[in-house]
Nanobody, 121 residues
Framework: QVQLVESGGGLVQAGGSLRLSCAASGNIFSINVMGWYRQAPGKQRELVAVITSGVYTNYADSVKGRFTISRDNAKNTAYLQMNSLKPEDTAVYYC???????????????WGQGTQVTVSS
């Protein structure tokens, strides 16, 4: 089993910054992909950013140029640096990890519990 623990959410004024962290622990051989998703009230969960075990990254158009995803493979931790925050960024942010538990095993999806990000105007 794998646990994802998120931290770093909170309340910030528009134009401000926050940094989210997601630490994975448990039965981990490798983490193929880590990512951040968000869900605003009344809306579906959407992709914010993903990063593979290499250097490939992908961002939602709405956050390109403002958010940066990174990871520390030695710590099994992903980060989301969020700058120039807007009220429309307000949502619960969820961490996702695609984890392989053994050398030749399959990849399983895991989710964090979510952290609230609120941007006031």
């Amino acid at each position: 089993q794998v646990q994802l623990v998120e931290s770093g959410g909170g309340l910030v004024q528009a134009g401000g910054s926050l940094r989210l962290s997601c630490a994975a622990s448990g039965n981990i051989f490798s983490i193929n992909v880590m990512g951040w998703y968000r869900q605003a009230p009344g809306k579906q969960r959407e992709l914010v950013a993903v990063i593979t075990s290499g250097v490939y990254t992908n961002y939602a158009d709405s956050v390109k140029g403002r958010f940066t995803i990174s990871r520390d493979n030695a710590k099994n931790t992903a980060y989301l640096q969020m700058n120039s925050l807007k009220p429309e960024d307000t949502a619960v942010y969820y961490c996702h990890a695609g984890v392989v538990g053994t050398r030749w095993g399959p990849m399983y999806d895991y989710w964090g519990q979510g952290t609230q990000v609120t941007v006031s105007s």
